[in-house]
């Protein structure tokens, strides 16, 4: 298995950026996706974008493209979620999440999750 640490979280003003970083470890990380999701107060956790073990094009949630971008660094064992034009309603805990079994879009398919970072956009 591996394990998933996030960081970079804050508070940031609307229109702003932010860069997430998740760092795994454990079991060789250049065979997982690599996903970043988000969970706001009281709503179920969401998609945000995912990222091939290949470090090939990623797909996003329509909410986020054209403003989130994913990257990964292989060699790093590093995952980053670039947040640009950010709104309040990107308010809410993201998490890294990981899984070498298939390329999906609900939390169900990943089996690794770091332990979410808080990110808080104000108006």
């Known amino acids: 298995q591996v394990q998933l640490v996030e960081s970079g979280g804050g508070l940031v003003q609307a229109g702003g950026s932010l860069r997430l970083s998740c760092v795994a470890s454990g079991r060789t990380f250049n065979r997982y996706t690599g996903a970043w999701f988000r969970q706001a107060p009281g709503k179920d956790r969401e998609f945000v974008g995912r990222?091939?073990?290949?470090?090939?094009?990623?797909s996003y949630a329509d909410s986020v493209l054209g403003r989130f971008t994913i990257s990964r660094d292989n060699f790093g064992n590093t995952v980053y979620l670039q947040m640009n034009s950010l709104k309040p309603e990107d308010t809410a805990v993201y998490y890294c999440a990981a899984s070498n079994t298939v390329f999906g879009r609900t939390p169900s398919d990943y089996n690794a999750w770091g332990q979410g970072t808080q990110v808080t956009v104000s108006s």
């Open positions: 990222i091939p073990w290949s470090g090939g094009r990623a």
